[in-house]
């Protein structure tokens, strides 16, 4: 089993992977190198993402990222966020390890449903939101590809059911 080190390893390659292969609308460079940062940092985030259904670096990480968000939310008033990101932090403590978060649809679905999100609801450039959730989605990817290899990936993709 991969750790923390080889997703991050496998997240570096896909940024760059996509970055200079990719198509033409994710290579082309955006007008602020800060947009690329971010996107390398959003791969790098991807490819760790799908361990949150388990104890890992990722999970702690994202709980302590939670903690002080609610925190800066409730100093700011911000009961909406709140509200959405509440029941959300439960998920992943309720969902078996590389189950439903290790599936590339579910992680497509959600972070669409993601960006879509932030794209409606922070006013962000639909350009931008999409750049920035296909790095996500490439570091996802490529951290299915280590855990599970290419042909059981693909299966998932696919929906065969195979464990
Ligand atoms: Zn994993």
Not at 5 to 30: E, N
Request: aromatic share 14%; with cysteine; proline share 6%.
């Amino acid at each position: 089993m991969p750790g923390y080190r080889q997703h991050l390893l496998g997240g570096t390659v896909s940024f760059l992977a996509l970055y200079h292969w990719g198509p033409s609308i994710l290579q082309a460079s955006p007008e602020s190198p800060s947009l690329i940062f971010v996107a390398f940092c959003a791969t790098l985030i991807g490819s760790l993402f799908p361990d949150i259904d388990t104890k890992s670096m990722i999970q702690m990480t994202l709980y302590q990222a939670l903690f002080l968000f609610f925190v800066i939310a409730i100093f700011m008033n911000s009961w909406h966020e709140l509200l959405i990101c509440a029941p959300l932090s439960i998920f992943p403590l309720v969902v078996h390890h590389r189950g439903i978060m290790h599936h590339p649809l579910f992680l497509i679905a959600l972070t669409t449903a993601a960006c879509g999100f932030i794209t409606i609801y922070k006013d962000i450039s639909p350009s931008i939101t999409f750049f920035i959730g296909s790095y996500f989605i490439i570091g996802c990817l490529s951290h299915l590809l280590l855990d599970f290899g290419f042909s059981h990936t693909k299966d998932r993709f696919l929906l065969k059911n195979k464990k």
